[in-house]
């Protein structure tokens, strides 16, 4: 049987292991490449090196392409700080060797940071206006990947990710989500906006493996989010189910944030759940 051979920049990260543990592996081969390729991590992996070491892939070719690698935004940096981890991308793909016998696709993690933060509605006509240098960097990569998959004629599907949810997400990650994680752990008391509102802007790696999994064609941009079908109120009550001492309410005219999933939902066949992917990222979490 012939495998399918995944290259994954960004090995070394917990969103890699977590996608890594969606896939049948007596089906796919999965190869990485990190700044950091003695983690713990690399035993998910048929093999996982330094990105200067990429010639030891030469022999392989690829069907799929995963790009996870970026500069966490809570390392602050100028642009070219940001830069700097598009560029090593970029010599990646340029040099690697694409499937010959099956078309190779490009799966690139983006941001919902290359969109206004004030926006109150998201559709795939809404302009880009990058909120800081991350999302400003991820829109030139998806620029320069647009480019690569054109060069060697690969699928490319760009995922821009809302408040994304994986293992681990508390120790790298500024989102929402995670600073209740921690203050769960803690048992302390946690500040949310308008109980009543419904939150939709949330993604896990399970929906993303099955994105990557779906066939797409060409180029396809993906806002990815869920059903808000969980309110933040509910948000909190789950959360002292687990420990957390109370939650402070702040109340704003702000509406949250609606997002039109019709792309979505034409790839995946169905509209993920909210309150079903913060569930059970809490249950693993706090298990």
Not at 166 to 180: C, R
Not at 232 to 252: C, H, P, R, T
């Amino acid at each position: 049987m012939c495998k399918n051979n995944y290259l994954v920049l960004g090995a070394s990260s917990n969103v890699a292991t977590e996608f890594i543990l969606s896939f049948d592996k007596t089906k796919n081969n999965f190869y990485g490449l990190s700044t950091k390729p003695e983690s713990r991590n690399s035993m998910f992996f048929n093999k996982v090196i330094s990105y200067k070491d990429y010639h030891q892939y030469s022999d392989i070719e690829f069907n799929n392409i995963l790009v996870i690698a970026s500069r966490n935004p809570i390392q602050g940096g100028c642009l070219d700080d940001y830069l700097e981890v598009n560029s090593l991308v970029l010599n990646i793909l340029n040099k690697i060797k694409y499937s010959q016998s099956n078309k190779s696709k490009i799966t690139f993690l983006s941001s919902f940071s290359v969109f206004d933060k004030n926006l109150t509605y998201l559709s795939d006509s809404t302009p880009l206006i990058p909120s800081d240098y991350y999302g400003e960097s991820k829109i030139l990569l998806e620029e320069d990947l647009i480019d690569i998959s054109t060069k060697f004629d690969a699928d490319l599907l760009i995922c821009r990710l809302p408040v994304f949810l994986y293992q681990g997400v508390d120790k790298a990650s500024k989102n929402f989500l995670a600073k209740l994680l921690v203050a769960i752990k803690s048992k302390s008391r946690f500040t949310l906006t308008n109980p009543n509102s419904c939150l939709g802007a949330v993604f896990d790696v399970r929906n993303l493996a099955n994105l990557n999994s779906a066939n797409t064609h060409k180029l396809k941009v993906v806002n990815c989010s869920a059903e808000p079908d969980i309110s933040f109120k509910q948000i909190a009550d789950l959360a002292m189910l687990y420990g957390l001492e109370g939650v402070d309410w702040n109340l704003s005219d702000r509406p949250s944030i609606q997002i039109c999933t019709k792309t979505l939902r034409s790839i995946l066949g169905y509209e993920p759940s909210a309150k079903k992917i913060i569930e059970q990222w809490l249950a693993k979490e706090l298990s």
